[in-house]
């Protein structure tokens, strides 16, 4: 496994994955471990500016000759990529590492493209192409990112085990343009469902200690919540050109967040600071963009209609072996009390969204989630306080092993 060399761990940034046990095995893993270098070449404050995919595509052939050199030699046992497949997309190819794609449900390709396309609108710029490298197993030799993660986004490059992995198109579709701080909070923003919702404590509300923790090699996690809520203020309060105007700055410390607002936005991070803290606090579940809201097929309540959790089936996100994914709006003429019904024979074991489309600045006005479980018996579940209007209804089943048909109905309660 020395095959490989040892990394320079100074040189690591935020998005180049740790390789201390995955030597790269083949000319594809080789692929990857260039563009990682390329990728915390790219990502330094100072190359911000002048990054263009020509000089990207330059780059990383120079650095693939290196590597192709350096790697001469390795032992060729372990690394998935030597069945690597790919499936052709209008904004990223995805890759099949060890796997032809038949464990991934259908609906989550083309679910990962629309994502691809809507957070590229937002961010107000043509779509950035970039490999996503769908791997079955986080054992995978050729595993790209730090262990304990669930995905990882560098130059060109997304390597995650589900698709779509909304968090890591949302920085890969931009070009990974911003700070770590700005960075992070807009992937959460656009990131996926259920992931870390409502039920994430918020760890820290200290802008300062964030703001230097954007120097690290990983932003912690801790962070996330109060990153979300920035990048949500910034948006509401200084558009999307002033948030683009932070991100071509150095924020590594609070002193340089200092610098940065001052001099885009002619604040101190004093003034700007308590302004944020009176910020009203949503939740990173409420400031969580959603899609899905988009839609056009709704039921009114008091209705019916059926959801098929079965990968494969029409609208289905997920793999094969779980978790699943679906949706469907839903619109509550009236506010008030809402009970829904779900009637099936089988087992199971469901996380549940009720999300508001209507939103006061990035926020939705209402959302919540439930943990529901039921074995061969209707479930009723009761919401109360619901404004009125369109609502996304989702439901992700863990335990997959059994496909769940579901007759739903919502009416008001009691
Ligand atoms: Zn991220």
């Known amino acids: 496994m020395a095959c490989c060399g040892e990394y320079d761990s100074e040189q690591q940034e935020e ?21 990682l270098k390329f990728g915390s070449v790219m990502n330094g404050p100072h190359d911000r500016k002048h990054r263009s995919n020509r000089v990207k595509s330059l780059a ?36 099949g590492h060890g796997h032809d794609f038949s464990p991934f449900c259908d609906a989550g390709f083309e679910a990962g493209q629309a994502h691809a ?26 595993w790209p990112c730090r262990s304990g993660t669930v995905g990882c986004a560098w130059a060109t490059h997304l390597a995650a085990t589900d698709i779509p992995h909304r968090h890591e198109i949302a920085h890969s579709v931009r070009g990974l343009p911003c700070p770590r701080l700005l960075e992070e909070g807009w992937a959460e923003l656009y990131g996926a469902h259920f992931t870390n919702g409502v039920y994430w404590p918020p760890m820290t509300d200290d802008l300062r200690e964030a703001a230097d923790a954007s120097g690290l090699t990983f932003l912690p996690h801790k962070f996330y919540p109060l990153a ?11 558009g999307l050109d002033g948030l683009k105007a932070l991100c071509e700055q150095k924020i590594d410390s609070a002193e340089s ?47 019916t209609w059926s959801m098929n959790l079965e990968c494969g089936a029409p609208g289905v996100e997920g793999r094969e072996d779980g978790p699943l994914i679906l949706h469907h709006l839903v619109d ?8 829904f019904s779900f009637d099936t024979s089988v087992n199971f074991f469901v ?8 939103s006061e600045g990035l926020a939705s006005i209402y959302h ?47």
């Open 15 to 35: 998005f180049w994955p740790t390789y201390a046990e995955n030597c790269m095995l083949d000319s594809d893993c080789q692929l990857v471990r260039v563009a």
């Open 60 to 95: 990383a052939r120079l650095l693939m000759t290196s590597a192709l050199m350096l790697a001469s030699g390795c032992e060729r046992d372990e690394c998935s990529v030597l069945s690597r497949q790919v499936r052709a997309g209008d904004v990223f190819n995805v890759s």
């Open 117 to 142: 396309r809507w957070v590229a609108e937002a961010w107000g710029e043509p779509p950035a192409s970039f490999d996503y490298q769908l791997f079955e197993s986080r054992d995978d030799a050729c």
């Open 228 to 238: 979300v809520k920035f990048v949500a203020f910034l948006l509401e309060t200084r």
């Open 257 to 303: 967040l200092d610098s940065a607002l001052t001099k885009v936005f002619g604040q101190s991070l004093d003034d700007v600071s308590a302004e944020f803290d009176n910020y009203p606090p949503w939740t990173l579940g409420q400031l969580r963009q959603d899609q899905a809201c988009e839609g056009t097929a709704i039921t009114s309540a008091p209705g």
């Open 332 to 339: 509550l003429p009236e506010p008030g009390e809402y009970v």
């Open 351 to 358: 996380t549940l969204q009720l999300r508001n489309c209507t």
């Open 368 to 414: 919540e989630r439930r943990f529901v479980y039921g074995y061969g018996t209707p479930k009723n579940v009761v919401f109360s306080d619901l404004p009125a209007g369109v609502y996304v209804f989702r439901l992700e089943l863990q335990d997959a092993t059994e496909p769940l048909a579901l007759e739903m109905a919502v009416t008001t309660w009691p």
